[in-house]
């Protein structure tokens, strides 16, 4: 049985994390399992999804184009997100694991615990790839950023296959210089000062470290998460002495809308954080324009 056969460990991963780029991933690592059994909680270790897993693959994909972040934000709220390509390579990742090397492997579901409701997912694919070494927690709400890619999607694949752990990155990008110069000045980061519902705070050093992030996930949630929004109108409405007043309110028939052409709208979609953050929109590979220079510049520096 092919299961039997001998595997490279190294060679697997390499296999593995090429693949994942090949299809369009800007970065991948492999987390350390034993690190996210001690840091998840009981019933979202990997572990409780997949009793035999042996390594946790994660991957990430660019975020918006450098156009998106100058457009309102209510057109910005339109645009859904690149994280559907992300569990795309994700689950022909799976795919390729099984089909190289015979061994099982299952895309890890991006979905909530329904025993928890709307805001607890069945794992943390940011733990993952923050294990992974391919994103850092920043002030904006604990996004992860990159110091290549900054703002990155993620998605995770659970194999039986062991494979060498990479470490979490060694220096945190976040906060950027001209964000600590304004924190000095103002006591608030850019993330902080331009946030809609002032949902950021925290801290920073002298040596322009973090030092502590407040998210009040509650206030981002009212904002941006329209899916908790969506039953609390449809409840108004069961109550209310004429329906349409709520159901056809101006503000409320913009869901029908969304709904009806398939809009990533009822999900996350503010981004002021991300639109004011150095990191996200002027890393060295943020964008497909500045990677695009990056390949050029690297092309011109391999010629003879």
Known sequence: MSRNRAIDPADAKQQILAYCKRKGALAAGVADVAVLDRVAPPGHRPSDLMPKVKSVI???????TRGAWTVPAKAMGYFGSTES???TIAYGCAFFIEGRFGVPSIYCPPDVDNAFGTRVPLQSLKLHAEVA???ARSLAGDILLHPEFGYMYFASVFTELKLPPDAPLAENPCPAPSCVKMYRKVGRTPCMKFCPVQCLSGTIDEQGNQVE???DMAACADLSEQYEALPMMLSRAAHADDADDVLLDPDNKLFWYKMSVGSGGLLAQCFECMRVCPIATQAPQADPILRLEAAERQAGDEQP
């Open 213 to 215: 992030m407040h998210y």
């Open 133 to 135: 070494g391919i994103g």
């Open 58 to 64: 994660s991957l990430g994909v660019g975020g918006q």
């Open 85 to 87: 390509r992300a569990y």
